[in-house]
């Protein structure tokens, strides 16, 4: 099915942005396409909890406490879905991992690092 590698954390000062990718270069189109993509985050000592999700045909959802402040997207040319996040905070300091959706089968990127912080 192929790997999802994420990019784009990074250390940002509270109410700055960043922009998440998460490409599938090995998934192919027939299979990316009709996938429901995600974006979830995990602070230390927690559980991993939802960020947000965007459908195949484009529909989206967020957790409460991001809605307004993120925004999901998905490119199917690049097989890519990112995530804009604005206003960022430090209660928004997480390792934020993607994830892919099709046919019950779920598989998952290795996450990368976002820490919010003056």
């Known amino acids: 099915q192929g790997p999802l590698v994420e990019s784009g954390g990074g250390l940002v000062q509270p109410g700055g942005s960043l922009r998440l990718s998460c490409k599938a270069p090995?998934?192919?189109?027939?299979?990316?396409?009709?996938?429901?993509m995600g974006w979830y985050r995990q602070a230390p000592g927690k559980e991993r909890d939802l960020v947000a999700t965007?459908?195949?045909?484009?529909?989206?959802n967020y957790a409460d406490s991001v809605k307004g402040r993120f925004i999901i997207s998905r490119d199917n040319a690049r097989k890519t879905v990112y995530l804009q996040m604005n206003d960022l905070a430090p209660e928004d300091t997480a390792i934020y991992y993607c994830?892919?959706?099709?046919?019950?089968?779920?598989?998952w990127g290795q996450g990368t690092q976002v820490t919010v912080s003056s």
């Open positions: 994830n892919r959706i099709l046919s019950g089968q779920t598989y």
């Open positions: 090995r998934t192919i189109t027939s299979v990316f396409n009709p996938s429901t």
């Open positions: 965007i459908a195949p045909g484009g529909s989206t």
